[in-house]
């Protein structure tokens, strides 16, 4: 293995300071509730804003304010993206009386969460395609209450009016102009305007990532959700443009995100490293997306493919491009990833939009352990038991001395009752 380029390391004094920020901003919203939150959202986006409550007239008014061809395009990404859900909603069953010992009937049910929070990132761009992919199958899983929180844009009290399009689309029941550290705290410890929920989904900084951390066991969480990341693998027929594309699509969204190649090719490894300082020239975003490649890019050189691949499944990187010859046993190899695009013609930013797979996915190595946003995400599924006189005696003194084997008493007694 060879680094023809490699990330600069973060310190650990960084992001001990980074938790104790995060720490305080949620125990003063903890405390103080609506104030706090108000403040929060002076101080970070200079919003003066006391009604965090987005109301119905702000909504029409966005839509006035929105180009109609991108109204039509959110539109069909709302749509595809809900045809994607009712699918995987309808791979979903529930089980019913299902006979595991004579008399000894088990079941599970698959039910909605009740009140789910969707924070829609925006500090940099308006992320409105996001608002798409949160609550979309939030409502296809039949999610009672969904409440979605995004930042003002800074210096006014209002969100991007594109993303209230898509929130509004999209089927958000209700939508409150706050971002960052403090609207995660408010949603999962209540204020006086905004009542906590059960789950927060939903894509954030490296602070609000932070903060889900810190809420999680107060609520669920979708997933750690960090800065973007892609990782692409190509042979010697890998195309240098789309490669060099695809990883500064990546670098563009903030100065933490992370563009990685790993190649069998080093030929091909150092054209990608032109061709981004290339592309980089005329770039509108290159102020962050060149501090991006320059501190968190890489360019790895390993001996063969089956290295690739094992390099790829302990990065278990958010987006997992594979631009190589023999795409089966790729696929067949890779089992860590958040999506998966296979060939070059799958770039990752059809994901992102349009090709209707939810762009909301694990960061930070959680792919190991979790896929990304889905109808199931939005759901529990809990058992059942339900047993006959029968069914008793064919478990029962097998439960009796287990629970003395464990001397619980109590609850070896509560099975031979019924014996």
């Given at each position: 293995m060879k680094y023809l380029k490699k990330k600069i390391e973060v310190s650990l004094e960084e992001t001990q300071e980074k938790e104790k920020t995060v720490r305080e901003i949620i125990a003063n919203v903890r405390t103080n509730k609506d104030a706090a939150v108000i403040e929060y959202n002076k101080k970070f986006d200079n919003c003066e804003r006391k009604n965090l409550l987005v109301i119905q007239e702000e909504i029409e008014e966005a839509y006035k304010k929105v180009d109609a061809q991108l109204i039509e395009d959110i539109k069909k990404s709302a749509e595809n993206v809900k045809k994607f859900a009712v699918e995987q909603k309808n791979s979903m069953r529930e089980i019913s009386d299902f006979e595991i010992v004579p008399g000894v009937f088990l079941?599970?049910?698959?039910?909605?969460?009740?009140?789910?929070?969707?924070?829609?990132?925006?500090?940099?761009?308006?992320?409105?395609?996001?608002?798409?992919?949160?609550?979309?199958?939030?409502?296809?899983?039949?999610?009672?209450?969904?409440?979605?929180?995004?930042?003002?844009?800074?210096?006014?009290?209002?969100?991007?009016?594109?993303?209230?399009?898509?929130?509004?689309?999209?089927?958000?029941?209700?939508?409150?102009?706050?971002?960052?550290?403090?609207?995660?705290?408010?949603?999962?410890?209540?204020?006086?305007?905004?009542?906590?929920?059960?789950?927060?989904?939903?894509?954030?900084?490296?602070?609000?990532?932070?903060?889900?951390?810190?809420?999680?066991?107060?609520?669920?969480?979708?997933?750690?959700?960090?800065?973007s990341e892609v990782l692409i693998i190509a042979d010697e027929t890998g195309n240098v443009e789309y490669i060099a594309a695809d990883i500064l699509a990546q670098c563009e969204h903030d100065y933490k995100a992370r563009g990685i190649l790993i190649t069998t090719d080093e030929d091909l490894g150092k054209r990608v490293i032109k061709e981004v300082e290339e592309q980089l020239k005329d770039l509108s975003t290159r102020e962050i997306a060149e501090v991006s490649w320059m501190d968190n890019g890489e360019v790895i050189v390993v001996k063969s493919l089956n290295s690739a691949y094992e390099m790829a499944n302990d990065y278990a990187p958010e987006h997992l491009e594979i631009h190589v010859t023999n795409e089966r046993e790729a696929v067949e190899k890779l089992i860590n990833y958040g999506s998966l695009f296979i060939?070059?013609?799958?770039?990752?930013?059809?994901?992102?939009?349009?090709?209707?797979?939810?762009?909301?996915?694990?960061?930070?190595?959680?792919?190991?352990?979790?896929?990304?946003?889905?109808?199931?995400?939005?759901?529990?599924?809990?058992?059942?038991?339900?047993?006959?006189?029968e069914g008793i005696k064919n478990i029962g003194e097998i439960a009796e001395r287990m629970a003395i084997g464990e001397d619980l008493i109590a609850h070896a007694k509560a099975a031979r009752k019924r014996l």
């Amino acid at each position: 293995m060879k680094y023809l380029k490699k990330k600069i390391e973060v310190s650990l004094e960084e992001t001990q300071e980074k938790e104790k920020t995060v720490r305080e901003i949620i125990a003063n919203v903890r405390t103080n509730k609506d104030a706090a939150v108000i403040e929060y959202n002076k101080k970070f986006d200079n919003c003066e804003r006391k009604n965090l409550l987005v109301i119905q007239e702000e909504i029409e008014e966005a839509y006035k304010k929105v180009d109609a061809q991108l109204i039509e395009d959110i539109k069909k990404s709302a749509e595809n993206v809900k045809k994607f859900a009712v699918e995987q909603k309808n791979s979903m069953r529930e089980i019913s009386d299902f006979e595991i010992v004579p008399g000894v009937f088990l079941g599970h049910r698959i039910i909605p969460i009740q009140n789910i929070g969707c924070y829609i990132p925006g500090g940099s761009y308006p992320l409105y395609s996001t608002a798409i992919m949160l609550v979309v199958p939030a409502r296809v899983a039949g999610v009672k209450r969904i409440a979605a929180c995004a930042p003002p844009m800074k210096g006014t009290d209002k969100i991007h009016p594109s993303t209230l399009v898509a929130l509004d689309i999209a089927g958000a029941d209700e939508i409150y102009t706050v971002g960052g550290v403090q609207s995660i705290a408010a949603l999962a410890y209540g204020t006086e305007q905004i009542k906590a929920v059960d789950k927060i989904v939903g894509p954030g900084n490296q602070f609000v990532t932070e903060a889900k951390r810190q809420c999680f066991g107060q609520i669920g969480i979708d997933f750690i959700a960090g800065p973007s990341e892609v990782l692409i693998i190509a042979d010697e027929t890998g195309n240098v443009e789309y490669i060099a594309a695809d990883i500064l699509a990546q670098c563009e969204h903030d100065y933490k995100a992370r563009g990685i190649l790993i190649t069998t090719d080093e030929d091909l490894g150092k054209r990608v490293i032109k061709e981004v300082e290339e592309q980089l020239k005329d770039l509108s975003t290159r102020e962050i997306a060149e501090v991006s490649w320059m501190d968190n890019g890489e360019v790895i050189v390993v001996k063969s493919l089956n290295s690739a691949y094992e390099m790829a499944n302990d990065y278990a990187p958010e987006h997992l491009e594979i631009h190589v010859t023999n795409e089966r046993e790729a696929v067949e190899k890779l089992i860590n990833y958040g999506s998966l695009f296979i060939g070059q013609n799958a770039a990752e930013v059809f994901g992102d939009y349009i090709s209707g797979t939810n762009h909301t996915l694990p960061t930070v190595r959680a792919a190991r352990y979790t896929g990304g946003v889905s109808v199931a995400t939005f759901t529990k599924t809990v058992t059942h038991q339900k047993m006959t006189e029968e069914g008793i005696k064919n478990i029962g003194e097998i439960a009796e001395r287990m629970a003395i084997g464990e001397d619980l008493i109590a609850h070896a007694k509560a099975a031979r009752k019924r014996l």
